[in-house]
């Protein structure tokens, strides 16, 4: 009975470890608000720092899909990467490379090469850009306005 446990229990941790990866070893991260992009963004910067063992570059590659109508979405989502990494992560600057590639059929995506080899892609939602700063106010930072009973002229 515990052996069968332990042989449940070891499978559900590999399945765990292995979900987010495609059959290619390629990590596909899903953007769904600022905290889950800023933990999209260190995955990467852990695994770059990891793989490249302080040698050899990290190149984002930024390509709008099909839904994606703003032209500037693949610089602003490529702003967000180096925001992340350089200004939050400190990153190497000079280690990061930067570039928009060809429309892609489907969800636009920011795929992550280290060492040359596509390692991370991550998918935007359509027609909406990546944070690289939560966007959520904090308690000191937040004011509540209120609404005056008087009417503007």
Not at 124 to 135: A, T
Request: with cysteine.
């Amino acid at each position: 009975m515990l052996k069968i446990s332990l042989l449940v229990l070891l499978s559900v941790f590999l399945f765990t470890a292995v979900s987010a990866q495609n059959q290619t070893g390629v990590v596909e991260l899903k953007s769904a608000g600022c905290e889950i992009d800023e933990s999209n963004f260190g995955d990467v910067e852990n695994a770059s720092r990891e793989i490249r063992g302080g040698n050899g570059f990290l190149i984002a590659i930024a390509r709008l899909g099909d839904g994606d109508k703003a032209r500037n979405l693949n610089q602003q989502r490529l702003n967000a990467a180096k925001q992340w990494l350089v200004g939050k992560a400190r990153f190497p600057a000079d280690k990061l490379i930067l570039a928009e590639g060809e429309k892609v059929s489907g969800n636009g995506r920011v795929e992550f090469y280290i060492g040359g080899v596509l390692t991370h892609i991550i998918f935007p939602k359509p027609n909406v850009g990546l944070c690289w700063e939560c966007c959520n106010p904090q308690p000191e930072d937040f004011v509540p306005h209120r609404k005056s009973g008087r009417k503007k002229s």
